[in-house]
């Protein structure tokens, strides 16, 4: 069975994915959609590094209620900001987060939460992999925010792959 999927989860969320994405159940679709799941991992199978251990998945699900919080609350914050901030008070501006994940995926995860939330954006991981450089809409205190995403993100990132 593992040869045939060799990323069942995968597999799993692209029959899920496509057929929400046709927005209706039909025979053609589920078929289609389980080719799919199989085709595709079997197809990319030698570029996948090998799968990272979670080993704490509670972490994981705190992770991703802080990360949806966080969305929801950021996209409360930019739309005052866009409607009740002049541009002149707006004091964007960059932070180098200091990374202390070592492990590719978590790094990725924590770009990827960091961009997902409105007002911030990681824009470059410095060659060493051990500083993200994070840009904000409002940002009055760097360190702040540095240290912000540290503790929100990247210490349950480190508890989730540590």
Known sequence: ????????????????????????????????AVLLAVVLPLATRRFWPDRPRIRN???????????????????????????????ARLRSGWVVVPLDLRQPEAVALLAGAITMTPGTLSADLSTDGRALLVHCLDCPDPAVVRDQIKRRYEARLQRIFG
């Open 1 to 32: 069975m593992r040869k045939l999927l060799p990323h069942a989860v995968l597999s799993l969320l692209l029959v899920v994915l496509w057929l929400l994405l046709m927005n209706r159940l039909s025979v053609n679709s589920l078929v289609f």
């Open 57 to 87: 998945w509670p972490a994981a699900a705190e992770f991703a209620a802080v990360v949806l919080w966080d969305i929801v609350h950021s996209n409360i914050v930019v739309a005052r900001i866009v409607l009740f901030v002049p541009r």
